[in-house]
């Protein structure tokens, strides 16, 4: 049976050093794909953005800059992980968002409850999703 821990959490969205604005970020993780987490933005005037990233990433940003691809995560201060810094880049554009640590902690916690980290393979639904894509893949591999 597939589950989820679902958050709505407002961040900053950092347009320029003078400029941001606060908009509401879903945030979503879901049993049948445990190693992630979504974050859906609400830009004002545009269609919802999804992106999904590692789970782990998310938790490890909040205690020190983390992240080596597309998106980066890091405490903002030095007093503790009051806030973080989410930097999400396609290509040579970056979006830049702001959150209070505690609503993401309260969230990586309920989904922890739910599968806890290192757990993640545990689940038969997932190992059994994943070996059928695999499959496929190399289906058309050896079909092309």
Known sequence: ???????????????????????????????????????????PGDAPVTWAFGRELLLDGINGPSGDG????????????????IRLQVGCDRAMFRSSAAPLVGFLDRTDKLVPLGQERTLGEFEGSLEEALGRILAEENAG
């Not at 050093?17 to 879901?30: A, G, M, W």
């Not at 597309?70 to 992980?81: K, L, R």
Request: without cysteine.
């Open 1 to 43: 049976m597939r589950q989820s821990v679902h958050a709505e959490v407002l961040m900053s969205f950092l347009v320029s050093e003078e400029l941001s604005f606060r908009i509401q970020v879903e945030l979503r993780y879901e049993t049948g794909d445990p190693y992630a987490v979504r974050m859906t933005f609400h830009l």
């Open 70 to 85: 597309d998106v980066h995560i890091a405490p903002i201060g030095q007093e503790g992980p009051a806030d973080v810094g």
